[in-house]
């Protein structure tokens, strides 16, 4: 048996691990949304995992808003408002393009790689990282569980990694937006 708790505090944790032991904490996880330094040392004390949602962003996070101007979410697509509130608490939508561009020159430099399999392979090499949840659309011309599951075959480089750290590390947020 394993347990897993979401979207919980340092505090909330500890909690629910004195009384049923906590196995994993999913939380939003992304190159812009990390866990808090108390999150990872409670969890790592603890000898818990993070399996992290919103690796993507929603979407926001791959070559179809490269170059974009900020989207305006319809009905169809009202969770974006929430990735958007986290790219807004990390940084502005220009940060975001220049981010989007770092990833797309690291793509280039991998065969058949996107945006968003680097982010995904970015995001996955976290050494807390237990897994992630992808929403996988499955449309008609849609690549996006093969590409998904390309992530999981990326290495990213030392090197990669730490471009990528140097674009983000301006303004991570900690423990995401909890807006569950």
């Not at 999913?26 to 993070?50: A, D, M």
């Not at 974006?80 to 690291?106: C, K, P, T």
């Not at 929403?135 to 990669?160: F, I, P, Q, T, Y």
Request: proline share 5%; aromatic share 8%; net charge negative.
């Amino acid at each position: 048996r394993y347990i897993g708790v979401e979207d919980y505090s340092p505090a909330m944790i500890a909690k629910a691990n004195e009384a049923f032991g906590v196995d994993t904490v999913q939380q939003e996880i992304s190159l812009i949304v990390r866990p808090s330094p108390q999150t990872l040392k409670l969890c790592k004390q603890i000898g818990c995992r993070f399996v992290g949602y919103g690796p993507l962003l929603g979407g926001l996070l791959s070559d179809r808003y490269l170059g974009m101007p900020r989207p305006t979410p319809d009905a169809d697509h009202s969770k974006q408002r929430d990735y958007l509130d986290s790219i807004d608490s990390w940084g502005s939508w220009n940060q975001f393009q220049e981010m989007l561009q770092v990833l797309r020159v690291l793509a280039n430099r991998h065969p058949g790689a996107d945006i968003a399999t680097v982010a995904l392979a970015y995001t996955l090499q976290l050494p807390y990282m237990l897994g992630v949840i992808v929403g996988v659309r499955l449309g008609v011309g849609s690549n996006h569980m093969r590409d998904s599951l390309a992530a999981c075959e990326l290495k990213l480089s030392e090197r990669e990694i730490a471009w990528i750290d140097e674009c983000v590390e301006s303004g991570i947020v900690l423990d995401g937006l909890a807006r569950t």
